[in-house]
C-alpha cells in the first residue's frame, strides 16, 4: 500500500513556474514507478510523465518536453514536478500516481495508487 499527497499548487501568471511535489509513505518508494498526470475541466485526466525506480529514466508527454522536468527524492519518498513557461492551457489538477508494474507510463489503468490532487491555474 502506498499513501501519496501531492502540494504546491496555485495560481500563477503565464510564463510563470511552479514545483509541485508528492509525498509518498512505505519503505519500497524507490521500487514505484511514478507518474504525474493532469485533468482540466471537461477532459479526461492525461499523463504529464513518468519516472521510474531507482536509476530509471524519465518520460515526458510532448506537449511539456522542455518546460516540465520530473525527478524523485528516494530518500525522502519525494517526487516532485518543476513547471516552467507555464501556460493556460496548463491549467488543470494534477495527480501523482504510483505503480509497480507500469509497461506503458501514459496508461492510467497500470497506476493503482493515486493522491487527491492539486489544483494549478495558469491565468492569461
Known amino acids: 500500500q502506498v499513501q501519496l499527497v501531492e502540494s504546491g499548487g496555485g495560481l500563477v501568471q503565464a510564463g510563470g513556474s511552479l514545483t509541485l511535489s508528492c509525498a509518498a509513505s512505505?519503505?519500497?518508494?524507490?521500487?514505484?514507478?511514478m507518474g504525474w498526470f493532469r485533468q482540466a475541466p471537461g477532459k479526461e485526466r492525461e499523463s504529464v510523465a513518468a519516472?521510474?525506480?531507482?536509476?530509471?529514466?524519465?518520460v515526458y508527454v510532448e506537449s511539456v518536453k522542455g518546460r516540465f522536468t520530473m525527478s524523485r527524492d528516494n530518500a525522502k519518498n519525494t517526487v516532485y514536478l518543476q513547471m516552467n513557461s507555464l501556460r493556460p492551457e496548463d491549467t488543470a489538477v494534477y495527480y501523482c500516481?504510483?505503480?509497480?508494474?507500469?509497461?506503458?507510463?501514459?496508461?492510467?489503468?497500470?497506476?493503482?495508487?493515486w493522491g487527491q490532487g492539486t489544483q494549478v491555474t495558469v491565468s492569461s
Open positions: 512505505g519503505s519500497t518508494f524507490s521500487t514505484y514507478t
Open positions: 500516481a504510483a505503480g509497480q508494474n507500469v509497461i506503458r507510463f501514459t496508461r492510467r489503468y497500470e497506476y493503482p495508487y
Open positions: 519516472t521510474w525506480g531507482s536509476g530509471g529514466s524519465t
